[in-house]
């Protein structure tokens, strides 16, 4: 006969399984959106200090455009690594979520073998 009671229990460690997984999520796209944030100000600071810096300088003309090409290759160099950081971040979390199934979908089948077994 099967055991109802195991049988709820297994299914209210699912969802237990599940909130865990969901608040994991949820903390990893906070921290996501967090440094993201951070990120932003960050650029948003460096390149107002450098348009100062490009804006009082003086020079010829090609000399400018050589510091701005420069600035531009910085800038673009921190995007692509605040991108890989951020997608980093993002796979971390996602990982973490995905662990607590993981482990909870190999409880299962071992509750659920356990029962079979009791049952026959």
């Known amino acids: ?3 109802f009671q195991a049988l709820a229990e297994a299914q209210r460690r699912n969802l237990e399984a599940m909130a865990a997984a969901n608040r994991v999520a949820m903390e990893g796209a906070q921290a996501v959106a967090r440094r ?5 100000q960050q650029t948003m600071a460096e390149m107002s200090e450098a348009m100062r810096g490009l804006t009082a300088m003086d020079g010829n003309p090609a000399t400018k455009a050589a510091q701005q090409a420069e600035l531009m290759k910085a800038n673009y160099e921190r ?7 951020l ?5 971390k979390s996602n990982g973490e979520a995905l662990e ?17 077994k009791k049952g026959a």
């Open 1 to 3: 006969m099967m055991d």
């Open 36 to 40: 993201n944030m951070e990120l932003m």
């Open 100 to 116: 607590v199934l993981n482990r909870r979908f190999a409880e299962a089948l071992e509750e659920m073998q356990s029962m079979v």
């Open 79 to 85: 995007a692509v690594a605040s991108m890989k950081e």
């Open 87 to 91: 997608a980093d971040l993002i796979q």
